[in-house]
């Protein structure tokens, strides 16, 4: 099957732009020799990842499920060009740790810098994903360390407690008012919330909560990232939830507010598990052992 890195990179472009000549414009290829490389591959499969529409392209069905094997692929690339990189300027090797975007805020971005001061020659990369994906990425070997909350976790690796948070809930003075004391579940069962997204900690915390009270949770407004979330919490279009720490990373202005949250659904327990393989046994050993120390 003829399947390049340049085909790969391209196909994950359709799928996130939504068009091939937008895909196309951003890898600088043709739109004529990007549509061919489309339908080579399509022919070669047996099966349509595209439906063209008035507008641009849209995953098919089967398109959708072939696009997260291509993903895979291209993760594999990017793994097997770093390392390359990695051996040619002499370095003793290299670690890529996912973990979520509370983590990195909170703990990793500063340990990796402890990490690299005392190993400068081992190659450190972070993959910013939820906690969900990140067990995904160890299972399919593309990272080798992944840091995730404890609840969520599905993969049959052994696990090393790794750190603690809690959630904050984030509001508008403008448009919501709350106590002084802990606001529990049962004060914002009624009240929009802005979240995180499916496989997303933030999620899984708030939705067994809702749960715990016989409720769903109607999931009014789903982001991707805490600075998303803050933008509609300043509007007044729900209340944020968010540890403390990432809170202040954003500098929040005088009318945004913040309040503890009562009860155990609120405090999350991270896990660290790794995966041998592509990385040299010891440089692994060094960088889990420093992760584990606090950096």
């Known amino acids: 099957m003829k399947f390049d890195t340049t085909t790969v990179r391209l ?12 895909a196309a414009d951003k890898l600088s290829l043709a739109v004529a ?3 061919r490389r489309v339908s080579d591959l399509e022919e070669q499969l047996g099966a349509k990842l595209f ?8 995953l098919t069905e089967s398109g959708a499920r072939l696009v997260e094997y291509v993903r895979q692929i291209d993760n594999l690339i990017d ?25 990195v805020i909170q ?59 809690r959630l904050v809930l984030v509001y508008s003075r403008t448009h919501f008012e709350f ?28 939705e067994r909560a809702y749960r715990s009270r016989g409720r769903l949770f ?10 998303t979330m803050l933008a509609m919490v300043r ?22 507010a913040s309040t503890d949250l009562d009860g155990d659904w609120s405090r999350r327990s991270y896990v660290l598990s790794c995966v041998e393989g592509h990385a040299q046994e010891e440089t692994l050993r060094n960088v889990v052992a420093e992760l584990l120390a606090g950096g």
């Open 51 to 58: 439906r063209r529409v008035p507008h641009g392209a849209e």
């Open 107 to 165: 703990f990793l971005a500063r340990e990796i810098a402890a990490i690299q001061r005392k190993y400068p020659r081992i190659a450190l990369k972070i993959v910013e994903e939820n906690s969900k994906i990140v067990q995904q990425l160890l299972r399919d070997r593309v990272i080798d360390v992944g840091i995730y909350e404890k609840k969520s976790g599905f993969l049959d690796l052994d696990k090393s407690a790794y750190r603690e948070d």
């Open 11 to 22: 196909i994950l472009a359709i799928a996130e732009e939504g068009s091939i000549s937008r």
């Open 235 to 256: 509007h007044g279009l729900g209340v944020g939830l968010m540890p403390p720490d990432v809170l202040q990373s954003f500098h929040p202005e005088g009318a945004l």
């Open 179 to 206: 106590g002084k004391g802990p606001v529990g579940i049962d004060d914002i069962l009624d009240v929009p919330i802005v979240s995180l997204g499916r496989g997303s900690a933030v999620l899984s915390a708030v």
């Open 218 to 227: 109607p999931n009014n407004f789903t982001v991707t990232g805490f600075d």
């Open 79 to 103: 793994r097997m060009e770093g390392d390359a990189q990695a051996l040619i300027h002499g370095l003793e090797g290299r670690i890529i740790i996912g973990a979520p975007k509370a983590v």
């Open 33 to 35: 020799a990007a549509s």
